[in-house]
């Protein structure tokens, strides 16, 4: 489980990051599309690091509202 920030583009299409895993970020037409693009995404970008040995990083991020 990762967590992740979700907000609307520019372009109309919703953006969807995960920081605790740096450059993973994807988009799609809508919330439900872009929660399922980022869950594969997520997933991906794991399986590649385990494949090359590297060590996946913890999921530190602490959400505080200001």
């Given at each position: 489980?990762?967590?992740?920030?979700?907000?609307?583009?520019?372009?109309g299409y919703?953006?969807?990051?995960?920081?605790?895993?740096?450059?993973?970020?994807?988009?799609?037409?809508?919330?439900?599309?872009?929660?399922?693009?980022?869950?594969?995404?997520?997933?991906?970008?794991?399986?590649?690091?385990?494949?090359?040995?590297?060590?996946?990083?913890?999921?530190?991020?602490?959400?505080?509202?200001?």
């Open positions: 489980m990762r967590q992740v920030i979700i907000y609307p583009g520019d372009d919703w953006i969807a990051e995960c920081p605790s895993l740096p450059g993973c970020v994807t988009q799609g037409k809508t919330k439900e599309e872009v929660i399922a693009n980022v869950k594969e995404a997520i997933g991906l970008y794991v399986e590649v690091l385990m494949e090359r040995e590297h060590n996946v990083p913890e999921d530190t991020l602490e959400v505080l509202m200001v």
